[in-house]
């Protein structure tokens, strides 16, 4: 007991001595911080004051540059203003003398047209005097004399204009003739076509007449179903042993023919059978138009042709035009026209594809309205054909005024293939009617005696009275035949115009 109460106070002094240390070395530890802490303040004060003196440094170095640098400008544009403004004294200065240069040059023009109006005065009245003088000593107005001056000038004017076409015409025509006449019978030579008559009508001969009874069948059955399915007309009247078949479109008329020939091979007609024969006779034709339309472009050497293209230059070969075959007709113009071309500098390929599809709007002239160049020309364009051929097929019966050399050439092959001897043929009602035409054109002209068509048609003379037209206008009366005939006929090839006159002086010896 006595050794606690010895060791509770000493453990309690230990306690508050070891207390008491721990605060003094406490403080001892924060003021050592607190030094620290102060010394790495002023370190960093003096950084920051280190560092804000260098940027006060820089800002003033940059300051004093920025200063030259405004003070260089400034100088700069005081001495560009002073340079302008002595460039705008200079113009001002120039500008002045110049005004005074228009003034005293606007006063001397003031001065001429004083002096041109005086004298201008001064000539209206001489001219006026004059004109008094002469009316007096002519005793003619001044309207008068003019109309004597102009009258006179007129006729100069129009002989010196006759005898310089006359001599033109002349000398065009024969280099013109020369050369046409060389580079057509060139191309002729070069080029051989067939032809052929074939009417619109197609002519089935029977092996009897009692096969006419047949055909039409009871109450006219088979004749109707025939007609139903083909779209023809059946003609059986009292010619013997003859069936007559009009379309005027070919294809249908073939596909008739063909039909209602292997009908009567077959001697079974009733409506079956006609619409089976009818059947494979329209496949048979369409086989025939497909390698026709081929064929036809591989010997102009045309290839990728659009199958509607096809189709058209196939149907060609059962369209005639006065008798013409269109298809041959067609491939004889693609020659023609690649000759021609070739011969003249021109694009023989592309000639020959105009020549060969100018005419494919025939195929369906009788479906569409309108004339057949513009027909196929459309067509054309919507199956893929280049645009150059298309303007050929429009242009060559000139709907389209032509461009291009190839149309030309074109046009004057079409011409050149329908007027052919034997090419075409004409009724004989056409025939007069036309000559009839040209020689009434010739006849309604004043001056003329009589006119004459000649040559079927090729040539027409015309021959004037000579003491009304003088050979001056007989020159004139020929181109205005040829202007006529060009407006109001529709003709193949061309026709030549021949005025005759003839002036005869008898005397009597006594």
Same mark, same amino acid.
């Given at each position: 007991?006595?050794?606690?109460? +010895?060791?509770?106070?000493?453990?309690?002094?230990?306690?508050?001595?070891?207390?008491?240390?721990?605060?003094?070395?406490?403080?001892?530890?924060?003021?050592?911080?607190?030094?620290?802490?102060?010394? %790495?303040?002023?370190?960093?004060?003096?950084?920051?004051?280190?560092?804000?003196?260098?940027?006060?440094?820089?800002?003033?170095?940059?300051?004093?540059?920025?200063?030259?640098?405004?003070?260089?400008?400034?100088?700069?544009?005081?001495?560009?203003?002073?340079?302008?403004?002595?460039?705008?004294?200079?113009?001002?200065?120039?500008? %002045?003398?110049?005004?005074?240069?228009?003034?005293?040059?606007?006063?001397?023009?003031?001065?001429?047209?004083?002096?041109?109006?005086?004298?201008?005065?001064?000539?209206?009245?001489?001219?006026?005097?004059?004109?008094?003088?002469?009316?007096? +000593?002519?005793?003619?107005?001044?309207?008068?004399?003019?109309?004597?001056?102009?009258?006179?000038?007129?006729?100069?004017?129009?002989?010196?204009?006759?005898?310089?076409?006359?001599?033109?015409?002349?000398?065009?025509?024969?280099?013109?003739?020369?050369?046409?006449?060389?580079?057509?019978?060139?191309?002729?030579?070069?080029?051989?076509?067939?032809?052929?008559?074939?009417?619109?009508?197609?002519?089935?001969?029977? $092996?009897?007449?009692?096969?006419?009874?047949?055909?039409?069948?009871?109450?006219?059955?088979?004749?109707?179903?025939?007609? *139903?399915?083909?779209?023809?007309?059946?003609?059986?009247?009292?010619?013997?042993?003859?069936?007559?078949?009009?379309?005027?479109?070919?294809?249908?008329?073939?596909?008739?023919?063909?039909?209602?020939?292997?009908?009567?091979?077959?001697?079974?007609?009733?409506?079956?059978?006609?619409?089976?024969?009818?059947?494979?006779? =329209?496949?048979?034709?369409?086989?025939?138009?497909? *390698?026709?339309?081929?064929?036809?472009?591989?010997?102009?050497?045309?290839?990728?042709?659009?199958?509607?293209?096809?189709?058209?230059?196939?149907?060609?070969?059962?369209?005639?035009?006065?008798?013409?075959?269109?298809?041959?007709?067609?491939?004889?113009?693609?020659?023609?026209?690649?000759?021609?071309?070739?011969?003249?500098?021109?694009?023989?390929?592309?000639?020959?594809?105009?020549?060969?599809?100018?005419?494919?709007?025939?195929?369906?002239?009788?479906?569409?309205?309108?004339?057949?160049?513009?027909?196929?020309?459309?067509?054309?364009?919507?199956?893929?054909?280049?645009?150059?051929?298309?303007?050929?097929?429009?242009?060559?019966?000139?709907?389209?005024?032509?461009?291009?050399?190839?149309?030309?050439?074109?046009?004057?092959?079409?011409?050149?293939?329908?007027?052919?001897?034997?090419?075409?043929?004409?009724?004989?009602?056409?025939?007069?009617?036309?000559?009839?035409?040209?020689?009434?054109?010739?006849?309604?002209? $004043?001056?003329?005696?009589?006119?004459?068509?000649?040559?079927?048609?090729?040539?027409? =003379?015309?021959?004037?009275?000579?003491?009304?037209?003088?050979?001056?206008?007989?020159?004139?009366?020929?181109?205005?035949?040829?202007?006529?005939?060009?407006?109001?006929?529709?003709? $193949?090839?061309?026709?030549?115009?021949?005025?005759?006159?003839?002036?005869?002086?008898?005397?009597?010896?006594?």
């Amino acid at each position: 007991m006595d050794n606690l109460v +010895v060791v509770v106070p000493i453990v309690i002094a230990l306690l508050v001595l070891g207390l008491v240390g721990g605060y003094i070395v406490q403080i001892w530890v924060a003021r050592r911080q607190a030094s620290a802490v102060a010394l %790495d303040l002023e370190s960093e004060l003096e950084r920051v004051e280190v560092k804000q003196r260098n940027l006060i440094e820089d800002a003033r170095a940059q300051a004093g540059q920025f200063r030259e640098e405004v003070e260089r400008e400034i100088r700069e544009q005081r001495g560009e203003a002073r340079r302008r403004d002595r460039r705008l004294q200079k113009r001002e200065e120039s500008a %002045d003398r110049r005004a005074e240069a228009f003034d005293r040059r606007e006063e001397e023009l003031r001065k001429r047209e004083s002096n041109i109006d005086r004298r201008r005065n001064q000539l209206d009245a001489a001219q006026k005097e004059h004109l008094e003088v002469l009316e007096r +000593v002519s005793q003619m107005t001044r309207d008068d004399a003019r109309d004597i001056l102009l009258g006179q000038i007129e006729d100069e004017s129009a002989e010196r204009f006759a005898q310089i076409i006359r001599e033109s015409d002349t000398k065009a025509k024969a280099e013109a003739d020369h050369r046409a006449r060389w580079l057509v019978g060139m191309a002729l030579q070069r080029v051989s076509a067939d032809h052929s008559s074939v009417s619109t009508v197609s002519m089935i001969p029977l $092996p009897s007449d009692d096969m006419k009874g047949r055909i039409i069948g009871r109450e006219g059955r088979n004749i109707r179903a025939l007609e *139903a399915a083909t779209g023809v007309d059946l003609i059986i009247d009292d010619t013997p042993e003859t069936v007559v078949i009009s379309c005027f479109d070919p294809v249908r008329r073939e596909v008739a023919r063909t039909a209602l020939t292997r009908l009567i091979e077959d001697g079974r007609i009733h409506p079956t059978r006609i619409e089976e024969h009818v059947t494979k006779a =329209r496949k048979e034709i369409n086989a025939i138009i497909r *390698a026709e339309g081929e064929r036809a472009a591989m010997d102009i050497g045309v290839s990728k042709l659009h199958p509607e293209i096809i189709q058209l230059l196939g149907r060609l070969r059962y369209r005639q035009s006065y008798g013409q075959n269109v298809l041959n007709h067609s491939l004889e113009v693609a020659f023609l026209a690649a000759t021609m071309a070739a011969e003249m500098g021109g694009d023989a390929n592309l000639s020959r594809f105009g020549g060969l599809l100018h005419d494919c709007g025939k195929a369906i002239d009788h479906e569409v309205e309108g004339p057949h160049a513009l027909i196929g020309a459309e067509r054309c364009r919507r199956f893929g054909v280049p645009e150059a051929v298309a303007h050929i097929v429009e242009a060559h019966h000139f709907e389209v005024e032509p461009t291009t050399f190839e149309a030309f050439a074109v046009a004057a092959a079409d011409a050149i293939s329908a007027a052919r001897p034997g090419a075409r043929r004409e009724t004989v009602e056409l025939f007069v009617r036309r000559l009839e035409e040209l020689e009434d054109i010739a006849n309604s002209f $004043p001056g003329v005696e009589r006119s004459y068509a000649i040559q079927a048609g090729r040539e027409v =003379r015309v021959a004037v009275k000579p003491d009304e037209l003088d050979e001056l206008g007989a020159l004139r009366l020929s181109r205005d035949v040829v202007t006529r005939i060009q407006e109001t006929m529709t003709y $193949p090839g061309q026709i030549k115009v021949t005025v005759i006159r003839e002036t005869r002086t008898v005397g009597t010896a006594r």
